[in-house]
């Protein structure tokens, strides 16, 4: 079947240091996006891509960064973590209209 | 500024009865607009969807509502069961398949 997987599930780091949130799809899906979940703010796009060498930024996306080459795979990366990028994180894929399909979500922690 | 607003943080309904729950959007240009549901520790999961040129769309239990004019969306369930229990995420899908969504509606069903 096919699937969308995210890892780490958890994942603590310290600040000033480099992390890449991993994301894998098997749907064979063009689009895929990052978005970060925050008690208040609910999910909030971090940044997107429509296919191999695309990337495009979405509106929180200061101190991201993504890559994109090949159809399976957009990690997530940040540059320097900071305390205020803790929160919970998540990965979708879709081949338009909408029908996202989510992973399980990486809780990042950063002390 | 939001462009998709839920302005109920969570709402709490006994079950058997009906669960409303109400969404705002300021942008008209939106093609389609979604509900999502969510349980704790997993990601997402689409619920129920409606195009733009549409007011009513029913499956099962789930009907959403758009009023163009007011721009406003509503999901019903009916009759509601302690598995609605969730946080619902309100969300609208532009041209560029890229949703935005609203800080989501924790329901709760009473016993």
């Known amino acids: 079947d096919a699937e969308i997987t995210q890892s780490p599930r958890h994942k603590i780091t310290e600040t000033g240091r480099q992390v890449t949130l991993a994301c894998h799809q098997t749907?064979?899906?063009?689009?895929m996006f990052w978005y970060r979940q925050d008690l208040g703010h609910g999910l909030r796009l971090i940044h997107y891509s429509y296919g191999v060498h695309d990337t495009n930024k979405g509106e929180v996306s200061d101190g991201y960064s993504v890559s994109r080459s090949n159809t399976e795979d957009l990690p997530l990366t940040l540059e320097s973590a900071a305390s205020s990028q803790t929160s919970v994180y998540f990965c979708a894929s879709s081949e338009g209209q909408g029908g996202y399909t989510f992973g399980s979500g990486t809780r990042l922690t950063v002390v | 500024d939001q462009q998709v607003k839920q302005n109920s943080p969570s709402l709490s309904v006994q079950e058997g009865r009906i669960s409303i729950l109400n969404c705002d959007y300021t942008?008209?240009?939106?093609?389609?607009f979604l509900w999502y549901k969510k349980y704790p520790a997993e990601g997402p999961t689409f619920l129920i969807s409606?195009?733009?040129?549409?007011d009513k769309n029913e499956d099962g239990r789930f009907t959403v509502f758009l009023n163009k004019s007011a721009k406003h969306l509503s999901l019903h369930i009916v009759p509601s069961q302690p598995g609605d229990s969730a946080v619902y995420f309100c969300?609208?899908?532009?041209?560029?398949?890229?949703?935005?969504f609203g800080k989501g509606t924790r329901l709760h069903i009473l016993p």
């Open positions: 409606i195009s733009s040129i549409k």
């Open positions: 749907w064979n899906h063009n689009n």
């Open positions: 969300a609208a899908l532009n041209r560029d398949d890229k949703i935005i």
């Open positions: 942008n008209s240009m939106f093609d389609y």
